[in-house]
């Protein structure tokens, strides 16, 4: 029998033990760190938005008089921006997922196109500006309208979309679409009728997630052009508007000159937050809810 050195096997265990011990510090001291800065993050945002958070500046206009300022035309730009980006992001986001899945053929045009998707999604934000500057607001002469702003923060986030889709159709059983071949159904069927409804919780998880981010992205919108400071409430996607992450922006920058917009600039992060929150959590339960186990 070959002789075992109890000694080094002991050194070697201890070594292990200690960088295992080691890492498992290192992680927890990053964790911490992560959740310290939030919630010193969170605590200086709520305590300069106390006070000015209420009816008055939810429904107010905006206005030169931080103390009459409102944020009402910023959240309805936001919820009229979102009206252009979710129908564009659901129909080009999953079409694509679907076309990438299903239809397209394994091979070099398949992986190069999955592969340049997968780029996007890492692309800096305000690239996406830079080319919704240049297609849309100069190239289609819209201007820095609703339309021409949602349209850019649709192509922001559709890889997102793409990838989740993906993910989701990729995850409902072969079984299920063989079972549907069998009794006869064609291809299209297969996808509306089986496949759809299987992957519909992930595609909206997705969907609702990559909305997420287009609310609170500031820097395509800076580059188009969108303004801060909008007295009228846009009717139309054909109107000018402003947002809430646009309205925080300029609010921290005037704040060097009037301090309350420091608060304002809360109220509104505290306001952007909850719905933010509240979209994650409506992403939360529709998965949960409607998820399915094969």
Known sequence: MKHVDTALVKKRMGSRLFINNLGKTLFLLATLFGLVVLVVLIYRVFSQSIGWIDIDFLMNKLST?????????????????????????????????????EYAQK????????????????????????????????????????LAGGLTMALLVLPVVVVASQEAIRAVPQFLREASYG???TKWQTIKNVVLPAAIPGIL??????LSRAIGETAPLVVIGIPALIIPIPDS?????????????YWT??????????????????????ILFLMNSIAIVIRNKFQRRF
């Open 65 to 101: 008089d931080p103390n009459r300022a409102g944020i009402q035309g910023a959240v309805a730009g936001t919820l009229w921006l979102m009206l252009v980006v979710a129908p564009v992001t659901m129909l080009l986001g999953v079409g694509t997922a679907i076309y990438l899945e």
């Open 205 to 210: 998880t997705g969907l609702i997630l990559a």
């Open 237 to 249: 996607v054909f109107d000018k508007f402003t947002v809430m992450p646009m309205q925080i922006y």
């Open 183 to 185: 009794m006869g159904a």
């Open 107 to 146: 091979g070099r045009i398949q992986s190069f196109i999955q592969t340049n998707i997968t780029n996007l999604a890492g692309v800096p934000s305000i690239v996406f500006g830079l080319l919704g500057l240049t297609l849309f607001v100069r190239g289609l002469n819209l201007g820095s309208i609703i």
């Open 253 to 274: 920058i005037d704040s060097a000159l009037v301090s309350e917009y420091a608060n304002l600039a809360a109220a509104t992060i505290v306001i952007l937050l909850l």
